[in-house]
């Protein structure tokens, strides 16, 4: 009996360590987090791009000794337009969720462009059918698209649920949607870290399934969100000029413009909802334009002041994909884009550094008029959602890792959600 005692006390005790270790390490992985908050609060930069401490940092993220063995370390899937980096490492940095396209805000055309390859399909686009699904699934009406579902669909399956009829809360909410499978959402990334692992490179031999080429289809998730938003402020952070309900004075004030000019922008911007109507807008009064003041609004004009105006009255909106930080997957998939204009893009990238406007998408040459006026709606030279995904361990190399979004977009980052996992 006393033997059976001791046994008891021995498991019991071997239990209550582990069960310390493991919290240890989620707050080693807290520390993580922590940390992460604490970079993405100093970045005081209006602009959001890969050469940003959030995006990769060695020293802040990569094992980061706490003392006395514990360590965290944070990191992100790999950068898929660098080949040296592709299927070898984590990126030891943040994930922003306006690399990404929102599939709360994007149009049907822009569904329809994003990839859809899964196993063996590279080249292949969403079908249709799911693009439609996903608007019905997201939007407030009881009225199905040609290719998707509503309620009664989703009522008479063998386990029923409701259907959303609003924005999509996770990204994983997408496995619920009318012809979203794991296939289609996370291609041959069964362990959704972006690293090609053996497992995922050796045809059927083993589980997931994969085609065996030596490359990792993501899937939708590599290049789908539903966090990010486009805040309706400059990159100073002040409101921006709303030219259909501002008054002369601003407009003379903030933009040189003449007495003239901002009176016809007024009037041409009520009821307007794009921006590049207004363009040809000019001051047509006996006056004129003095020397020093803007007479007409042209399409340079708007470029070059792309971030400070607006016709909208959202204070938020679901976000524009980031010009910075998009992959081309995610850049491929903006309707009306060519390929010579995504290369350009990833080429300024790689040469001249960020973008610090979309305006610079034509004042550089990476578009004509014409297709910057095409365009330049669905981009943003910022982003304001972030993923953290911090890894803590202990001595003896109990781990935990805890995965959330944060959103930096106030005076302080906050954190939207977070999980907890081994």
Request: hydrophobic residues 35%.
């Amino acid at each position: 009996m006393l033997l059976g005692l001791n046994r008891a006390a021995r498991v019991s005790s071997a239990a209550s360590a582990g069960v310390v270790e493991e919290v240890h390490a989620r707050w080693a992985a807290r520390a993580g987090v922590e940390t992460a908050l604490a970079v993405l609060a100093d970045d005081f930069s209006p602009l959001d791009g890969r050469g940003d401490a959030w995006w990769e940092d060695a020293g802040a993220f990569e094992d980061v000794d706490l003392g006395n063995g514990y360590t965290f370390r944070v990191t992100s899937p790999p950068d898929p337009d660098n080949p040296d980096a592709v299927d070898v490492t984590r990126r030891l940095g943040l994930d922003d969720a306006a690399s990404r396209v929102n599939v709360n805000g994007a149009s049907g055309r822009w569904l329809r462009g994003l990839p859809a390859g899964g196993v063996g399909g590279a080249d292949l686009r969403l079908d249709a059918a799911v693009a439609d699904a996903i608007q019905d699934w997201r939007d407030g009406n009881k009225r199905a698209r040609a290719g998707g579902a509503e309620r009664g669909y989703y009522a008479d399956l063998d386990f029923p649920y409701e259907i959303r009829n609003g924005p999509l809360r996770t990204p994983g909410e997408l496995l619920l949607v009318k012809g979203v499978d794991e296939a289609l959402l996370y291609g041959e990334d069964a362990d959704r870290d972006g690293v090609l692992s053996r497992p995922e490179n050796d045809g059927d031999e083993t589980l997931p399934p994969d085609d065996g080429d030596g490359r990792l289809e993501r899937g939708l998730a590599a290049v789908t969100t539903v966090d990010s938003y486009e805040a309706g402020v400059d990159a100073l952070g002040s409101p921006r000029t709303h030219l259909g309900e501002t008054n002369r004075a601003a407009l003379q004030t903030r933009f040189s413009f003449s007495a003239g000019l901002a009176e016809a922008v007024i009037e041409a911007a009520d009821n307007e909802d794009d921006l590049f109507e207004l363009v040809g807008t000019r001051d047509e009064s006996d006056d004129g334009a003095g020397d020093d003041e803007v007479g007409e609004l042209t399409i340079e004009w708007l470029a070059q002041n792309w971030e400070r105006v607006t016709l909208s009255d959202e204070e938020r909106a679901p976000g524009r994909l980031n010009l910075n930080t998009a992959s081309r997957a995610a850049l491929e998939s903006v309707p009306r884009i060519r390929d010579d204009q995504v290369q350009a893009i990833l080429d300024r990238r790689a040469s001249g550094g960020d973008f610090v406007s979309v305006g610079e998408l034509l004042t550089t040459g990476v578009t004509t008029e014409r297709d910057f006026e095409r365009v330049a709606e669905y981009f943003t030279v910022s982003s304001n959602v972030f993923s953290v995904h911090s890894v803590g361990r202990t001595p003896r190399g109990t781990s935990v890792t805890i995965d959330a979004t944060v959103d930096r977009g106030g005076t302080t980052p906050v954190v939207l959600r977070w999980e907890v996992g081994r």
